[in-house]
């Protein structure tokens, strides 16, 4: 089993900066692919980005690639989502998810995830 808790959430401006933190339970934290997915109000939840278990790998939907970045420190079983020049339309419950394959998250939700956080809430302004 592994349990996912994300922090990091808030309030920022657009064109701003936030810097998101998902911490894993478990020993087996370098075994699983770690990604996350984010949900805004009144749309499907969508994934954003995964990284490999090494941290060598990652992949991220268009409308994120050279604004978000993800890494893990497998020592810490944590996993990051730096996120700048925010968009109003960035807005979202930001899910961190585990699972074995990285194809499960570049076609979710076609494929389900093994694990999910609650969720943590950011909100940027105009």
């Known amino acids: 089993q592994v349990q996912l808790a994300e922090s990091g959430g808030g309030l920022v401006q657009a064109g701003g900066s936030l810097r998101l933190s998902c911490a894993a339970s478990?020993?087996?934290?370098?075994?699983?692919?770690m990604g996350w997915f984010r949900q805004a109000p009144g749309k499907e939840r969508e994934f954003v980005v995964a990284i490999n278990w090494s941290g060598g790998i990652t992949n991220a939907a268009d409308s994120v690639k050279g604004r978000f970045t993800i890494s893990r420190d497998n020592a810490k079983n944590t996993v990051y989502l730096f996120m700048n020049s925010l968009k109003p339309e960035d807005t979202a419950v930001y899910y961190c998810?585990?699972?074995?394959?990285?194809?499960?998250?570049?076609?979710?939700?076609?494929?389900?995830?093994?694990?999910w956080g609650k969720g943590t809430l950011v909100t940027v302004s105009s």
């Open positions: 478990g020993r087996t934290f370098t075994r699983y692919v």
């Open positions: 998810a585990a699972d074995s394959e990285t194809y499960r998250f570049t076609n979710y939700p076609r494929y389900g995830m093994n694990y």
